[in-house]
């Protein structure tokens, strides 16, 4: 047996849990060292906005551990190695997968959520989840860079085509949005706005590296109509439609913050005349997992606030509560899986 961090139907508690199977082949075994807690993890446990239909499940997706076993004849990062654990597990045979779009892979299961999670002493997972950790870029950084980070990576760069010399605003910076801001000026954005209500967040922003941070209020009148790139952390139709009018003509909007409201997203001659874009982004590729150690590594990245709190796993169902209430100063609470 193995303590984990198990959801099953009289809540979430952590307990004793069967250990996984040994590892076959294409698979590996893994230690989790630290797992940080993801805002889907206080939907499943507490306000049902995410739902997962597999009981029990051990949660837990954003992970650093060490790898333990690689099954017969896998190719992989060798027992006692430093790994980021890919959350995401995907076919790699269905049309998405083989166009490089593997985040809408047709078979995709988030760990932690279709399938065991990370909350736990150990994990299985298939072997290409598995990432080696550069040198020197800590077990929490590392952690929460395959989720978090890497999440806001795939908004600014892929879905938002963010490079060097953009103009780029983040609408909220509570959260994953405060990465944007870094991401941003570490691709060479020529200028990085922050807009937020709340006045610590938007000092979180420039702390970040954000050039200005103004309350929505202001916002438009200061940046309306010239960026090229405008990111939505919210999910609220106000801030969607504040960031389509932040952008200049040719500018693209992306929406990360998910909202069940209605959006309002502005006349749509706006969008024929001025070709603007509005696109949504959700998670990461594999791939991308590797480009953020990186550039965490390379000390190019610089998020200064990710990491908050570590926990001891014992104390997980506490966090989530936090996390549930907002009460996290802007960084991911980290369990410590060997405290
Ligand atoms: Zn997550
Ligand atoms: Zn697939």
């Not at 906005?49 to 060798?78: F, M, N, Q």
């Not at 995907?90 to 999670?117: F, H, M, N, P, Y």
């Not at 309002?264 to 480009?291: C, D, H, K, Q």
Request: a negative charge; proline letters at 5%; glycine letters at 12%.
């Amino acid at each position: 047996m193995m303590r984990a961090a198990v959801l099953d139907d009289h809540g979430f508690t952590v307990r004793d849990a069967p250990e996984p199977a040994a590892p076959g082949p294409g698979e590996a075994l893994v230690a989790p060292v630290r797992v940080g807690i993801c805002g889907s993890d206080a939907h499943f446990v507490i306000d049902g906005s995410a739902k997962t239909d597999y009981r029990p499940i051990v949660l837990g997706h954003e992970a650093a551990g060490e790898v333990v076993a690689l099954g017969p004849d896998t190719d992989g990062p060798a027992p006692g190695t430093r790994v980021a654990l890919i959350p995401l597990v995907t076919c790699q045979e269905c049309d998405r997968c083989l166009a490089g779009r593997s985040v809408l892979c047709l078979q995709r299961q988030c760990l932690g959520a279709e399938r065991e999670g990370a909350f736990a002493e150990r994990i299985l997972l298939p072997a290409r989840n598995l990432v080696p950790i550069p040198d020197g870029l800590s077990w929490e950084l590392a952690a929460v860079a395959t989720d978090s980070v890497a999440t806001a990576y795939h908004a600014v760069v892929a879905r938002g085509g963010a490079r060097e010399g953009s103009r780029v605003v983040v609408w909220g910076t509570g959260g994953l949005g405060l990465s944007a801001v870094g991401i941003a000026k570490a691709v060479g954005a020529a200028e990085v706005v922050a807009v937020d209500l709340r006045e610590d967040a938007r000092e979180w922003a420039l702390e970040t590296g954000a050039d200005a941070a103004y309350h929505p209020d202001e916002a438009l009148e200061r940046i309306g109509g010239r960026m090229d790139v405008a990111l939505e952390f919210v999910g609220r139709s106000s801030t969607v439609e504040g960031a389509v009018r932040s952008l200049d003509d040719g500018g693209r909007a992306v929406v990360v913050g998910i909202g069940h409201e209605p959006a309002a997203a502005g006349r749509l001659i706006t969008f024929v005349m001025r070709e603007r874009e509005l696109v949504g982004s959700y998670g990461n590729e594999p791939e991308e997992v590797g480009a953020v150690l990186e550039l965490m590594a390379s000390g190019k990245l610089v998020l200064p606030r990710v990491v908050g709190d570590v926990i001891p796993l014992a104390d997980v169902a506490a966090g989530v509560e936090r996390v549930h209430r907002g009460q996290t100063g802007g960084s991911r609470i980290v369990v410590d899986i060997t405290a």
